[in-house]
């Protein structure tokens, strides 16, 4: 890891446990065993090593998203194909979603600094709303609307989706035995992957009788 990416982490880490306004430059320093003088040689300012760590966020989602094949573009583009793209690619992906914010160090701390912060900052809250509640649930309603082709029984497949997974990220967090809460999680999407799967042949049935 280079001086660059260990200041943020370090930052991140600090954070998370006390929250983005009660850290100085002073304090992440100090953490990392410098001065400031150094640390403003990588950084302007803690200002600027924050839009870093929420630009490696973004940068992260996208490398994943890559990484698993998924449709990316316009919410037209990515609908149309959601329509052809194999169920248990989704499901996969659900699963490497989950991972993402519980087990790899530095979106899981993001995810424990966005929940402390988002009721002290409306920029934090929105942040939150971004990676954790509202976009994801838009998300995946328009995956959901590729497949079944209704509106609102898009938004309640997504609801009953992603309710269950934002709930396990808190009990993961708490859990004593961690492989527990990622076992329930496994079941959670092989079990809705089953119940979609009922009724998108339910869907493509109807459609064939009405034609």
């Known amino acids: 890891m280079n001086t660059k990416e260990n200041i943020l982490l370090t930052a991140l880490r600090l954070f998370a446990r006390d929250g983005f306004e009660a850290v100085s430059v002073s304090q992440i320093a100090g953490e990392l065993g410098m001065v400031k003088s150094a640390l403003y040689k990588h950084y302007k300012n803690k200002r600027d090593i924050f839009d870093s760590i929420t630009e490696r966020m973004d940068e992260m989602d996208s490398e994943r998203a890559k990484a698993y094949e998924m449709p990316e573009g316009d919410m037209e583009k990515i ?30 701390l993001f995810r424990k600094m966005l929940t402390l912060e988002q009721f002290r900052s409306k920029e934090m809250s929105e942040l939150y709303q971004k990676h954790l509640t509202s976009s994801p649930v838009t998300y995946m309603k328009e995956i959901f609307m590729g497949m079944v082709g209704d509106e609102a029984q898009a938004e309640q497949l997504a609801l009953e ?51």
């Open 79 to 108: 609908v149309d194909a959601y329509k052809t793209l194999p169920l248990d690619q989704i499901r996969l992906y659900s699963k490497a979603q989950f991972q993402h914010w519980t087990q790899e160090e530095f979106p899981s």
């Open 161 to 211: 989706f992603y309710g269950p997974i934002f709930l396990l990220y808190s009990l993961y967090d708490v859990a004593e035995n961690k492989e527990t809460v990622t076992a329930l999680l496994d079941t959670h999407v092989e079990r809705f992957s089953e119940n979609l799967r009922a009724l998108e042949d339910c869907t493509i049935s109807q459609r064939g009788d009405k034609a």
